[in-house]
């Protein structure tokens, strides 16, 4: 009995160093005036030059602060995703996104890391004949997918808020101050943004450019909706 004390005793103590060496990374995550951010969704991304992309996701808490284990070393790109409180996804938006770099298992200490806040953009479908609604059973019935094109080249789909038989609402958060453009893309429909010429949304479809400059308080888009060829 002595002998298996003694041996599962080592056996700690053995275990005790690698547990320590664990690389691990923590921080804080904060809005524009530097307060906390309450639960941020985080995900850490590491810089790579190739390769498939691996997202290691942080565990946040109630004052803004997260920490992340069994990293490498190396630098990543912070990653929050709070659209639904008014941040943008830096990683999504901006060609520059916040870093961290994790070095002996460890990052700087107090690394604080900003997230934006963005601006709401809505969208609102016109559709008075009812284009958008299938005409009986169809195996493929129209569509349109509409989203927002960043800075960086990514392509965001906006989100479907409500539906009628007339029309449709669709929002989304993006940033402020940066070139952006809204298209639309779906089924051989006609489609028209903000009064622009129609075209054919199963071709090159609709497009706009957006841009929203820091201290207005949002904008509203308009998308004309017509039968093919129309």
């Given at each position: 009995t002595k002998h298996i004390i003694h041996a599962l005793c080592c056996a700690a103590l053995t275990l005790i160093p690698l547990a320590q060496a664990q690389p691990s990374a923590s921080g804080r995550i904060v809005d524009d005036d530097g307060k906390p951010v309450s639960n941020p969704f985080i995900f850490l991304l590491a810089q790579q030059q190739s390769g498939p992309a691996n997202p290691q996701k942080a565990d946040s808490r109630a004052d803004g602060s997260w920490s992340a284990t069994t990293l490498a070393d190396g630098v990543y790109q912070v990653c929050v995703h709070m659209p639904e409180k008014g941040y943008i996804n830096a990683c999504q938006w901006l060609k520059t996104p916040p870093t961290v770099t994790v070095k002996n298992g460890q990052v700087p200490a107090n690394a604080d890391i900003p997230v934006q806040t963005g601006v709401m953009v809505s969208l609102h479908v016109n559709d008075p004949g009812g284009n958008l609604q299938p005409k009986g059973p169809v195996v493929h019935p129209p569509f349109l997918l509409i989203g927002v094109w960043s800075e960086k080249g990514l392509f965001q789909p906006m989100t479907l808020t409500a539906a009628s038989i007339t029309g449709r609402d669709y929002n989304i958060t993006v940033p402020y101050d940066s070139?952006?453009?809204?298209?639309?893309?779906?089924?051989?429909?006609?489609?028209?943004?903000?009064?622009?010429?129609?075209?054919?949304?199963?071709?090159?479809?609709?497009?706009t450019p957006l841009r929203v400059t820091k201290g207005n308080s949002g904008k509203v888009l308009t998308l004309d909706v017509t039968a093919a060829g129309k």
């Amino acid at each position: 009995t002595k002998h298996i004390i003694h041996a599962l005793c080592c056996a700690a103590l053995t275990l005790i160093p690698l547990a320590q060496a664990q690389p691990s990374a923590s921080g804080r995550i904060v809005d524009d005036d530097g307060k906390p951010v309450s639960n941020p969704f985080i995900f850490l991304l590491a810089q790579q030059q190739s390769g498939p992309a691996n997202p290691q996701k942080a565990d946040s808490r109630a004052d803004g602060s997260w920490s992340a284990t069994t990293l490498a070393d190396g630098v990543y790109q912070v990653c929050v995703h709070m659209p639904e409180k008014g941040y943008i996804n830096a990683c999504q938006w901006l060609k520059t996104p916040p870093t961290v770099t994790v070095k002996n298992g460890q990052v700087p200490a107090n690394a604080d890391i900003p997230v934006q806040t963005g601006v709401m953009v809505s969208l609102h479908v016109n559709d008075p004949g009812g284009n958008l609604q299938p005409k009986g059973p169809v195996v493929h019935p129209p569509f349109l997918l509409i989203g927002v094109w960043s800075e960086k080249g990514l392509f965001q789909p906006m989100t479907l808020t409500a539906a009628s038989i007339t029309g449709r609402d669709y929002n989304i958060t993006v940033p402020y101050d940066s070139n952006l453009k809204v298209t639309a893309n779906g089924t051989a429909l006609g489609v028209a943004l903000e009064k622009g010429a129609a075209a054919d949304a199963s071709k090159a479809g609709a497009s706009t450019p957006l841009r929203v400059t820091k201290g207005n308080s949002g904008k509203v888009l308009t998308l004309d909706v017509t039968a093919a060829g129309k």
